[in-house]
């Protein structure tokens, strides 16, 4: 945290307060303290580099994008799903305008804006947008790759949302076998996914295959942990 409270110092004696190079800077540490849950401290610098972002580049640059969808991820974090929802929808405009239709930053607007949607229960909406982030990242010479997997996970939450356990079932045992081929065993992904498929295991009275499912996601966990103490 430090070093990054220093490069915004260095950006703004070397470039200046309102220069590009700067608001980089700044969203970089604003990014940290979203990420440690510091959001009052956060929103400010994300504001900050925006409006310089705004003042260098115009409204639909990229990196005016990216900082919307940032600022807009803060507030999801806190279930400020109003003010997220407008810089979502910016974000996806400004991304749809200047890149190609199958370029994977249109894909993870789709999929932020889709989780919004289904967060406030708006299935049918959010249903349309994780298909069209799917369709996007399965494109290409690598379709089972584990950004394909989290879109799938995301249409089960929509369709267990909506009791459509027989849609949401397959989803499930694909993504997870993306998961394991393309990034191997005992990852949290995986766990995740083990998660969410013990629930609907059991919702559809399934208890004993789900107990089997939350063990294996509980080991994954503990081994992570382990290896890892400190996250």
Not at 30 to 37: F, M, P, R, S, T
Not at 112 to 130: F, I, K, W
Not at 190 to 198: F, H, Q, R, T, V
Request: proline share 4%; charged share 30%; with cysteine.
């Amino acid at each position: 945290m430090e070093f990054a409270k220093e490069l915004v110092k260095h950006g703004e004696q070397k470039f200046g307060s309102d220069h590009p190079a700067t608001a980089f800077y700044i969203n970089r540490l604003a990014g940290l303290y979203g990420a440690q849950g510091c959001y009052a401290e956060a929103e400010p610098l994300f504001k900050r580099a925006l409006a310089i972002w705004e003042k260098a580049h115009g409204p639909d640059h990229l990196s005016v994008g990216e900082n919307l969808s940032d600022l807009a991820g803060l507030y999801f974090d806190q279930g400020r799903y109003p003010e997220a929802k407008p810089l979502y929808e910016r974000a996806l405009a400004i991304r749809e305008k200047a890149l190609e239709p199958d370029d994977l930053r249109v894909a993870l607007s789709l999929n932020n804006l889709g989780e919004l949607y289904r967060v406030q229960g708006r299935y049918a909406e959010a249903e349309s947008l994780h298909k069209r982030a799917l369709a996007i990242r399965e494109k290409g010479s690598w379709p089972d790759n584990p950004r394909a997997a989290h879109s799938l996970h995301n249409l089960v939450l929509v369709y267990r949302a909506q009791g459509r356990y027989a849609e949401a079932e397959p989803l499930l045992i694909r993504a997870l076998a993306i998961w394991k081929k393309s990034l191997g065993d005992d990852l949290l992904y995986e766990a995740m996914s083990l998660e969410n498929y013990a629930g609907l295991l059991r919702e559809t009275g399934r208890g004993a295959e789900a107990a089997k499912m939350e063990a294996r996601a509980k080991a994954i966990r503990a081994k992570r942990a382990k290896e890892n103490p400190a996250k």
